[in-house]
Nanobody, 122 residues
Framework: QVQLVESGGGLVQAGGSLKLSCAAS????????MGWFRQSPGKEREFLAV????????HYADFVKGRFTISRDGAKNTWYLQMNNLKPEDTAVYYC???????????????WGQGTQVTVSA
């Protein structure tokens, strides 16, 4: 069974940066896509970014393009989300997830981390 553990969340001022990590562990880890999502109170979970197994493909939600960057370290079974120029509206619980197919849809991701809180103060 695969376990995903996020880290790197915290409190940051507007304009600041954070880098989230997602470490995968388990006897067998395979995924076509590894992604990041977030959820704010009262809102649905929303897609942020996804990267494929070879790291040759990435896809971002329009509202994070130019600010967030997804990357992965295959040797460590870890992927990252570098977040720059953070805004108060970026405050949310951030989740990593993996999918057996190339997708940006929440429904296609079959394993999720527990989430890490990101709070951006004005």
């Amino acid at each position: 069974q695969v376990q995903l553990v996020e880290s790197g969340g915290g409190l940051v001022q507007a304009g600041g940066s954070l880098k989230l990590s997602c470490a995968a562990s388990g006897r067998t880890f395979s995924a076509t896509a590894m992604g990041w999502f977030r959820q704010s109170p009262g809102k649905e979970r929303e897609f942020l970014a996804v990267i494929n197994w070879s790291s040759r493909l990435t896809h971002y939600a329009d509202f994070v393009k130019g600010r967030f960057t997804i990357s992965r370290d295959g040797a460590k079974n870890t992927w990252y989300l570098q977040m720059n120029n953070l805004k108060p509206e970026d405050t949310a619980v951030y989740y990593c997830a993996k999918s057996p197919r190339w997708s940006a849809s929440v429904a296609d991701f079959d394993s999720w981390g527990q989430g890490t809180q990101v709070t951006v103060s004005a």
